[in-house]
């Protein structure tokens, strides 16, 4: 049976995409996969649900700033590189796909020395510092939005290509009905589903409190506040909130009329497959390089979303009356949602998930019976 590795992690965003690929892939063939993930943080648990063997490496983070921590990250990268060699070449997968994210660099650079073919794919609106690393070993990169390719130096575009964002096959088969079931809510209730990903966001959760009093007069708010949010606000009939909701999110996001959101590209992507309108607040400032800026502001382009801006503040900060004013504004004007929708549906045409599967298996049949296992060298 043919081996395939996969890598990448430190969030859901790069986690969930990989998964709808691995899941792609074995409804086209038998085949092994694990993932190679590290070994602190979410990726373990994430992966291992879902039935995937999982390996963990050391991981360091890729700054583009000056930090301390470099220094330190530096020598985990190091080491994440020869643990990852030492998996590949006792596991011999035939190909390697990265997902992206800082853990992936060491998987493909060691496929790459080993001779394992490596294919990736970028979420995001504009490259990350991960993914043009690893433009260096892929044989063939895929995008998520048309753009990112112009982003790439000429020496790279010819490998490359848009193919949307994988997004899990849970969302096809997404039901509204079983999300209400799920939240306890009648087929009756309007519901703003409040989405700051896998981790949660601060920020948003600061502006969700101040403004909730507010957004209750138009809908159910279900807030997804993150595992690791102190939070004290208890639930009622009009809130209803969860550290992280997994395998019912596709049905919940079903069940919503209208999502609040950061613009991280795995949010933003399912929740444009089920056709959501969306209000962004994307994460800015010195701890991002602004790639939810640039997710959102394409979003916006195509007429999927609208950013939450500060309406009064002249130093730009927002306020609990900038959010229930964008969310009463859209609440109000069902034309505007339906419009919303109807962009949002046609910004993510695509299967991404099924589209890269087939690249790979077309990798897969270049390669004889007995090699399949094992393409790299020893």
């Known amino acids: 049976m043919v081996t395939i590795a996969f890598a990448g992690g430190g969030t859901g965003g790069h986690i969930y995409p990989g998964l709808a690929v691995a899941g792609a892939l074995r409804g086209r063939f038998p085949c092994r996969i694990f993932w190679i993930g590290a070994n602190t943080g979410m990726d373990r648990a994430i992966v291992e649900e879902a039935g995937v063997e999982f390996y963990g490496i050391p991981a360091g983070k890729l700054r583009r700033y000056f930090s301390l921590r470099n220094f330190i990250d530096i020598f985990r ?91 899990r096959p849970d969302f096809k088969e997404a039901d509204a009905a079983k999300g209400r079931a799920f939240l306890g809510l009648d087929q009756n209730a309007r519901i703003l589903l409040v989405l700051g990903g896998s981790l949660g966001a601060v920020r948003l959760n600061t502006l969700v409190r101040e403004s909730l009093p507010a957004l209750k007069k138009w809908y159910v708010v279900v807030h997804q506040t993150g595992p690791h949010a102190e939070w004290d606000i208890p639930p009622d009939d009009s809130y209803k909130p969860y550290p992280f909701i997994h395998g019912e999110m596709p ?52 007429g999927a979303a609208v950013i939450l801006k500060s309406a009064a503040n002249s130093s730009g900060a927002l306020s609990a009356e900038d959010v229930a004013e964008a969310v009463g504004r859209l609440a109000e004007d069902g034309e505007k949602r339906r419009t919303m929708a109807n962009a949002a549906s046609s910004f993510a045409p695509m299967d991404g998930a099924a589209v890269i599967a087939g690249a790979l298996s077309d990798e897969m049949s270049k390669y004889p019976a007995g090699v399949k296992e094992g393409a790299g060298k020893t």
């Open 251 to 302: 049905h919940v996001i079903a069940a919503a009329e209208l999502v609040l959101c950061r613009s991280g590209a795995g949010t933003v992507f399912e929740c444009a497959s089920l056709a959501k309108p969306m209000i962004l607040l994307p994460l800015s400032g010195s701890g991002t390089r602004g790639d939810q800026v640039e997710n959102a502001k394409c979003l916006e382009k195509a």
């Open 77 to 167: 990268v190091f080491l994440g590189y020869f643990a990852a060699r030492k998996i590949l070449k006792r596991e011999k997968p035939a190909l390697l796909f990265s997902k992206g994210g800082f853990v992936s660099v060491p998987p493909c650079a060691a496929a790459s020395r080993l001779g394992i073919s490596v294919f990736t794919h970028e979420s995001d609106y504009s490259p990350g510092l991960a993914t043009r690393i690893n433009l260096r070993f892929a044989s063939r990169v895929f995008t998520a939005f048309p753009d990112t390719v112009n982003f790439l130096s000429p020496a790279y575009r010819s490998k490359a290509s848009c193919v949307g964002n994988p997004v």
